[in-house]
């Protein structure tokens, strides 16, 4: 990242498609600018160096900086996907529970809208604190 944003740091990195035709372009800059407020924040909630960070966000715009983000701090991201269908709720409960235990994630960064989940899943997993 780092060469990439002394070589030519208003060069697209990443295309998102949504909705409509036309992709939403984030170059290295944009990245790392969103990345490095990312980092601040995190580094403000007390992760550091080698700490592990889930993050259970849609793929977007937000997964990529958030990603990147916890990189920047020195951190580990350790992604997980949101539930897809709620009749497998529970299973994904537990699986996930699984990974955040084994990885030792000592935060997770979500969305509003899963935040529901995330505080089952936290029964699962109970040493993270969410964000």
């Known amino acids: 990242m780092d060469w990439h944003l002394q070589q030519h740091p208003q060069r697209p990195h ?17 990245l790392d600018r969103e990345a490095q ?4 924040a995190l580094a403000s909630r ?20 958030a990603f990147f983000g916890v990189l920047r701090a020195g951190a580990v991201p350790v992604p997980i996907y949101p539930p897809a269908r709620p009749a497998q709720l529970e299973e994904h409960l537990r699986r996930h529970g699984r ?3 084994n990885a030792g994630a000592g935060l997770l960064i979500t ?4 935040r529901s989940v995330a505080h089952l899943l936290h029964a699962e997993a109970p ?3 969410i964000s």
Do not use: C, H, K, W
């Open 14 to 30: 990443l295309y998102l498609y949504g909705d409509d035709d036309q992709p939403q372009v984030m170059s290295y800059a944009d």
């Open 111 to 114: 969305v509003a809208e899963a």
């Open 46 to 65: 007390g992760v550091s160096q080698g700490d592990r960070v889930a993050l259970m966000l849609p793929t977007s715009r937000d997964y990529f900086i």
């Open 127 to 129: 040493t993270f604190a």
């Open 99 to 101: 990974i955040l235990n």
């Open 37 to 40: 407020g990312v980092a601040a």
